[in-house]
């Protein structure tokens, strides 16, 4: 009798363990997460989307982005991800989207009308400014070092990725862009593709060498959105085919519009991560 009831118990526990893992597998996953970061000496938080049927013992392409306070359960981004990988259009990736401090960080500035300028901390994280403030002028390393060698070691190990420079992709856009310029430009080995959409920092002033190849590079940016940004984007293009590397630009009919990005995202996901590939 005793013998009978432990075998139940057992197959019980067998059919719930079943039952669990099922459950956890069958959907995708969205949550927000965060570290402590001693480059930056707070804590700060990231977002991470794992594809339905997500195993840990096996390897996937990693998108790394910026702007992670954007973006919501219920966003754009996850539906479209949820259902280009359901229906096999892309093969599943993981996409992670690092927040910003989007705390006022100077306020020293004046338009031409007399208005003050509200820098954030995310401007100087993401932007190399120069300013006479010793604590801001340290942020834009201080952030790189976080991003290169805090968020993305902390992630790979949680997620048990063995992941190398080729399975490593990056997207921002705007201010964020920015910062991906400089992280190709000055991390070459880090990251493979990067995805930069509307960048509006002075690239053109940046130390740029012909004599190393630099990273894949997807340039998207609006037709509406002034010359001087198409000037610094165009810029890259120089850069890139002096150096023998890989660019791709496109323009969309638009300004510097978030709903756009969104758009333009999905599609050239859907075009590096086919499953026609």
């Not at 990693?62 to 702007?67: L, Q």
């Not at 754009?76 to 892309?90: G, P, Q, V």
Request: contains cysteine.
């Amino acid at each position: 009798m005793t013998k009978n009831i432990f075998a139940l118990l057992i197959l019980m526990l067998f059919i719930s363990c079943k039952s669990n893992k099922s459950i956890v597998e069958s959907h995708s996953k969205y949550f927000t997460d965060s570290i402590y970061s001693k480059s930056l000496s707070e804590y700060r938080k990231h977002n991470i989307y794992l594809p339905k049927n997500f195993n840990s013992s096996e390897s996937y392409p990693i998108v790394y982005a910026t702007d992670g306070f954007t973006i919501k359960e219920n966003s754009f981004l996850k539906k479209n991800l949820d259902s280009l990988i359901e229906n096999n259009i892309i093969r599943p990736i993981i996409f992670v989207e690092s927040h910003c401090n989007t705390k006022i960080a100077d306020s020293s500035g004046t338009f031409g009308n007399g208005k003050k300028i509200y820098n954030k901390y995310r401007y100087f994280e993401y932007v190399e400014k120069q300013t006479n403030d010793s604590i801001l002028s340290k942020r834009f390393d201080n952030h790189m070092n976080y991003f290169k060698n805090e968020m993305i070691t902390h992630i790979e190990k949680q997620l048990n990725q063995q992941s190398s420079k080729t399975n490593r992709y990056f997207y921002g856009f705007s201010n964020g862009a920015d910062f991906g310029i400089s992280l190709l430009n000055y991390q070459t080995n880090i990251i493979g593709t990067y995805l930069c959409f509307s960048a509006v920092g002075m690239n053109s002033a940046k130390k740029w060498t012909t004599d190393k190849k630099h990273p894949n590079l997807y340039i998207v940016y609006g037709t509406k959105e002034g010359d001087w940004v198409k000037n610094e984007n165009e810029f890259m293009r120089k850069v890139y085919n002096d150096s023998s590397s890989f660019i791709s630009i496109k323009t969309f009919d638009g300004g510097h519009d978030y709903r756009m990005w969104n758009n333009e995202l999905i599609k050239l996901l859907t075009k590096l991560f086919s499953t026609n590939k």
